[in-house]
Structure formats: structure tokens, C-alpha cells
């Protein structure tokens, strides 16, 4: 039983550049989020999705896309990326919303 | 303001002492959550509370739903607990708060 695995890790992008942070949980979980992270900041929730084919925005949406086509995989896209995304981002999944939260162990990205 | 505030923002204790970490929130919830996050570390769930109290282990968490206020306490400190902790809570949304740094030193 993996968890939330969220990949990758560590990347380094340069402005303008567009990459896919992938998230996959394996609890057959309905509801899964996105979240960055930003020093002095608490969590801010991007994406949501509260099932398959169902996703909608949370506080900070802008310069990100999400679809979630199954209930196992939520792909978080950065389309032109810009130095204002540098973060640390964090996917979780609960059973519901409301419920017990389960976070990847996050992926730290910088943006030239 | 914001609707999830933590007290204190840093906190430095020594190895045995007892913790208490706070969190006061203004908006109306179905529940409330504290986390935990080491440095360089992943986030894990340490309780879901909507009343009452929880214990688990050396960690206690709290909550009065009239007074919206939670408190998370740590009994016989040690540096492993060294972390943040993070008050998350349930409304329309989910909010959470900017996060505690604890220290715990030996």
C-alpha cells in the first residue's frame, strides 16, 4: 500500500517552460487536492477534486490546470511557468472531503 | 485576519517539558485537523477532531466548538518532536494555518 505518491521530487524549470506534477494514491480515495507551500504562508489549496471527472479551483488557481480521468491519478500542470510558481507542492487525498488527509511527500520546484 | 490563526509562531522548549500549541479560528467547521511536518519532510495527520478531546500517545488534542479555539499539547517533550505543527480546518473550505515551529532541544 503506497500511500499518496507524488513525483517528482526536485525539479528545476526555466520561465515559460510547462511540466506536469503527477500525484497517484492507491486508497481508492474520492477527494484529492493540490496544495503549495510558501515560506511564512500556510498550505493554499490550488485544485480540487472531489471524484472522477469532477475538479474545480481553490484559492490560488491562476497558471495551474488539473483533470482527474481516474479516481487513482490527479496531474497538477503548469502551463508557462513563471518564477512567482517557485514552491514547494504538496498533493493529499482524503476518503472524503472532510475527512483524514493523506499528503504526498511533496515536490520542491524552482523556476528560473 | 485570517480565518485559521496558530499561537505561538516559534516555540523553543527543553526535552521533557509540556507543549501547547494553539489555534483559534473564526469561521463556522465540521472539523478540525492538526499535522505535522518535519523539516524537509512530508506532512502526516495526527488527529481529526469535531469535539472533545483525542489522545494518542504523548500527543493530546483538544477543541471547544463554542469558543472556536483548539489546542494541540505534547507531555514529556523530546527532540524528536521537533517539527511544524499545522492546524487545518474544515468549513466551506479547507483553511489552514501559517503553522507552528517547535523545537525541542536535548
Known amino acids: 500500500n503506497a500511500g499518496v505518491t507524488q513525483t517528482p521530487k526536485f525539479q528545476v524549470l526555466k520561465t515559460g517552460q510547462s511540466m506536469t506534477l503527477q500525484c497517484a494514491q492507491d486508497m481508492n480515495h474520492e477527494y484529492m487536492s493540490w496544495y503549495r507551500q510558501d515560506p511564512g504562508m500556510g498550505l493554499r489549496l490550488i485544485h480540487y477534486?472531489?471524484?472522477?471527472?469532477?475538479?474545480d479551483q481553490g484559492e490560488v488557481p491562476n497558471g495551474y490546470n488539473v483533470s482527474r480521468s481516474t479516481t487513482e491519478d490527479f496531474p497538477l500542470r503548469l502551463l508557462s511557468a513563471a518564477p512567482s510558481q517557485t514552491s514547494v507542492y504538496f498533493c493529499a487525498s482524503s476518503y472524503e472531503y472532510g475527512g483524514e488527509l493523506f499528503f504526498g511527500e511533496g515536490s520542491r520546484l524552482t523556476v528560473l | 485576519k485570517n480565518e485559521v490563526e496558530q499561537s505561538p509562531q516559534n516555540l523553543t522548549a527543553q526535552e521533557g517539558e509540556f507543549i501547547t500549541i494553539n489555534c483559534s479560528y473564526s469561521v463556522g467547521i465540521s472539523a478540525l485537523h492538526w499535522l505535522q511536518q518535519h523539516p524537509g519532510g512530508g506532512i502526516v495527520s495526527l488527529f481529526m477532531?469535531?469535539?472533545g478531546k483525542k489522545k494518542h500517545g504523548r500527543l493530546i488534542a483538544t477543541i471547544n466548538i463554542q469558543e472556536k479555539h483548539s489546542s494541540l499539547h505534547i507531555t514529556a517533550s523530546h527532540p524528536r518532536d521537533s517539527a511544524v505543527y499545522i492546524c487545518?480546518?474544515?468549513?466551506?473550505?479547507?483553511?489552514f494555518g501559517a503553522g507552528t515551529i517547535l523545537r525541542v532541544k536535548s
Open positions: 487545518a480546518v474544515y468549513g466551506n473550505k479547507l483553511v
Open positions: 477532531l469535531s469535539s
Open positions: 477534486s472531489v471524484g472522477a471527472g469532477i475538479t
